[in-house]
């Protein structure tokens, strides 16, 4: 199931920006971040792939959205310009943005090449 976060909940499950200069992810799975807004078109259709992909994905990742408008603190600290912007977190490597509305194959091809590349069950 996709979690929307708040600044709270993103601290704690993703990175503590506030306390770490450094990446250091929290999560134990791997995560797609969806920064998104309500009125945002290609949004609205990046939403039913990723609660697809959450289903598929069930205990391999995790996938959080990130309402823009409500978090604006978090769309600035990642500098969020344009939506929906993604964040492809591996629990290992540091962070890898995309921007836009990708068909599922491409995200698909993110969370295996990018999220489960190291994880040994993929």
Request: aromatic letters at 10%; hydrophobic letters at 40%; proline letters at 6%.
């Amino acid at each position: 199931m996709v979690e929307h976060l708040t600044k709270e909940t993103f601290l704690s499950k993703v990175f503590d920006y506030e306390n770490n200069k450094e990446w250091n992810y929290q999560g134990e799975l791997p995560c797609i971040i969806d920064f998104y807004a309500d009125w945002c078109s290609p949004c609205k259709m990046v939403a039913p792939i990723l609660e697809e992909l959450a289903v598929e994905y069930d205990g391999k990742i995790n996938i959080y959205k990130i309402d823009t408008e409500v978090e604006q603190e978090l769309a600035s600290v990642f500098g969020i310009r344009s939506i929906p912007s993604l964040l492809f977190c591996p629990t290992t490597d540091k962070p890898q943005m995309a921007q836009g509305a990708l068909p599922k194959d491409a995200f698909k091809e993110a969370i295996e090449s990018v999220l489960l590349k190291n994880v040994g069950n993929n």
